[in-house]
């Protein structure tokens, strides 16, 4: 069964590093988003791309955060400087095409603990 | 906003229960509904699905009907197991001209204790 690939799968960082994900979608999934979860609640969208272009990252940080699809296939989100905050799991899915009926598929995530 | 509202938990049940986990929505438009399932240390995973109304999804013994007049989709199982023990995601998914990723809820966490 295809999978959708994230690394890496902890990180532990002190405030002020920098830390970067990565995510390979399944293989001709369009669609990839970038998710964040912190401890007792649910995903929070970040960004969505559709191919290598953003669709909304209006949620996205941008003073620290940054996400690319430069070949509108595997992706990288990272974080600079990391804040206490930050801890959290960084999910990311992908998805064939924009249609409501079609199903989000998850990674295992990326746990993120800043010290 | 669109949003997804679901019971607080923890909900814990004996194992063999009857399980009801409730999920309300508000959106602008016309959503697909989902519940996933997330296991511990673990990323999501779909349990099922209806993309209209009076739809119903099912998988695993667990099933979900799309009630539109309700605005509802909540999450029933007959008879749980410890291994179904997790955290479940009601979500909702509308296509639009921005962001059409899934909106969650908070999560309930299930407990069954044998």
């Known amino acids: 069964e295809a999978e959708v690939a994230q690394s890496p799968r902890y990180k532990i960082t002190e405030k002020s590093q920098a830390v970067a994900f990565w995510c390979d979608p399944i293989?001709?999934?369009?669609?990839l988003y970038w998710y964040r979860q912190i401890l007792g609640q649910g995903p929070e969208l970040l960004v969505q791309f559709q191919d290598e272009s953003v669709v909304d990252d209006s949620q996205l940080p941008k003073d620290r955060f940054s996400a690319e699809r430069l070949k509108g296939v595997d992706s990288t989100l990272k974080i600079q400087p990391a804040e206490l905050g930050d801890s959290a799991m960084y999910l990311c899915?992908?998805?064939?095409?924009?249609?409501?009926?079609?199903?989000?598929?998850f990674g295992a995530g990326s746990r993120l603990t800043v010290l | 906003g669109d949003s997804v509202t679901q019971m607080e938990g923890p909900v814990t049940l004996s194992e063999e229960a009857f399980l009801t986990i409730n999920c309300t929505y508000t959106?602008?438009?016309?959503?697909?509904l989902f519940w996933y399932v997330q296991y511990p240390g673990e990323g999501l995973q779909l349990l099922l699905k209806?993309?209209?109304?009076?739809d119903k999804g099912s998988n695993k013994g667990f099933e979900a009907t799309y009630r539109k007049e309700t605005t509802s989709f909540h999450l029933e199982k007959g008879s749980v197991q410890v291994s179904d023990s997790a955290v479940y995601f009601c979500?909702?998914?509308?296509?639009?001209?921005?962001?059409?990723?899934?909106?969650f809820g908070k999560g309930t966490h299930l407990i069954i204790q044998p």
């Open positions: 209806a993309t209209k109304a009076d």
């Open positions: 959106a602008t438009g016309y959503p697909s």
């Open positions: 293989s001709g999934h369009a669609t």
């Open positions: 979500a909702l998914r509308l296509l639009g001209g921005g962001a059409d990723g899934l909106t």
């Open positions: 899915a992908s998805s064939p095409t924009r249609s409501g009926a079609n199903v989000l598929t």
